[in-house]
């Protein structure tokens, strides 16, 4: 054993300890966040948490139900899944088929900036130009409403479901296109009927990312859906002011006293945010593995 | 080919291309919007001043100066974090149970919501380990955000390096951390430097995990330790965009601090943009 196999091995040890940094984060985010999560369950039941249909959180007594909340999210991300999967699909059918290299290199770079613009700037954008907008054009109340929230969401997602749709569009064999192209398809008869479908599993793991992004995103939602925590009808609740988990943690976390009720509450809703994307992320991967998997053995 | 597959054809191309184009004005518009609308108050006095009477007059120097002892206090952790946790996974982990986990934590954690971070950063830093609200626990809080985006750029780096460099010097009786430093990483210093650019965008940008643990909404001074507080962009834009009496009186301010906190966050990414294609193009040759 010399001092320099001494040296390798400590290296090795902290690049190691390094390595395991992410799993340990990961572990102590999932402890503190259900630990203060499940004090609230001390005093407040959780069925009626889960079930609840009010949020008042400062009243006596407190109410502390996370279905409007729940619902809010679910709404607004309905919304912005509905405006940018298609939309997103589309663009990236056009990127990876049909844009000469010209184009593509004018749209690539745009949609990066649409990646890039943080969160706070989309939602003061949606303040200042889409909340009057929606008012005027709708001749609403406010503007300040789901459909606001949907459509600053369905534009932020655009990004995650192009690229990696993109990806699934492009790595579908070429065999298989020229394959139905020498058969006498027209090539819009190819991307619809044979490229598409041989994508699809690539592009329903955009689907899920785009989703855990929009339940998770917080200060556009925070700027533009109102806020008013009431369970959202369908689908004339798009035109009404909703509030969302996360803007709920976001807006309430300052003005609670550390250790109260309803400081726990707001970790119980940290909670379920956090299971649910856990749960989305895992669905994404899960699938992104196993199509690439079907593609390696076909070819 | 009928002629009806032929006007489908045309019919959908048609409207593949309006699309592109329905997206492309999307970006421009909110580019456009914000530059031209907040160009107007630009000046060295509104980014050198201190607020002033309740932040309806006077510059945003404090939440520039905020913005960027955050950006180096995050990446100072995240950075040397990162490359190692990618030099690890990269040239050492052998594919098995323990390299899956890492990475499934890496692909977790790039998920999480920010305010989920926050809450994190919240009770682990300011609570739990006594630094209160500060700059610190801030900057903490978003090294752990930023850490995905290095592992992951730095992985792609590394992946890039032909595994004939590591095996001649390997069989020049070279030791395997000898050879990683003096062979494996110069080659992939351009890919890492590029997500670290990214992750300092994103850093700079986040709202939520700030505003949860030590972000303030107006400092009459500048902080003067790690543990005090601090005004940032992000956060001061929220602010003065939806807080205070009058809010459309300072819309110059307001739409002057996006300008400011766009300009940074997407000269960053351009830069970041820059790099990979100058060496991606010095690659192929």
Known sequence: MTTGHYREKVIESLLYLSGVTAVIILFLICIFLFKDGLALFQKYPLVEFLTGTKWYPTSEPHQFGLLPLLFGSMIVTFGAIVLSVPLGIVVAIYISELAGAKEAEVLKPLIEILAGIPSVVYGFFGLVVL?????NTFDLPTGQNALAGSIMLGIM????????????????????????????????????KVIIPAALSGISAAVMLGIGRAIGETMT???????????????EGLFAPVRTMTATVALEMGEVPQGSEHFYALFAIGSVLFITTFITNIIAEYIKRKYRFNLGSGQ | MTKKAQRDQKIAFTALRISAVLVAIIV??????????GYSILSIDFLTEMPRNRMTEGGIYPAILGTIYLIIGSMGVALPLGILAAIYLNEYAQPGRTKWIIEMAIINLAGTPSVVFGLFGLAMFVKYLGYGASLIASALTLALMALPIIIRASQEALITVPEEYRYASLALGVTKWQTIRQVVLPPAIPGMITGTILAVGRVAGETAPILLTGAAYFLP????????????????LYVIATAGTNIAQTRPIQYGTALVLLTIVLSFNMIAVMIRRHYRRKLRN
């Open chain 1, 131 to 135: 909340v009057p907008l929606l008012q």
């Open chain 1, 157 to 192: 997602a655009l990004p995650t479901i192009i690229s990696i749709s993109e990806d699934a569009i492009s790595s579908v064999p070429r065999a298989i296109k020229e394959g139905s192209l020498a058969l006498g398809s027209t090539e819009w008869q190819t991307i619809n």
């Open chain 1, 221 to 235: 939602v925070l700027m533009v859906t109102g806020n008013t925590a009431v369970i959202p009808g369908f689908p």
């Open chain 2, 28 to 37: 421009v518009i909110i580019l456009l919007q914000i530059t031209i609308n």
């Open chain 2, 221 to 236: 001074r500048l902080p003067d330790s790690i543990y005090s507080q601090f005004m940032a962009l992000p956060y001061h």
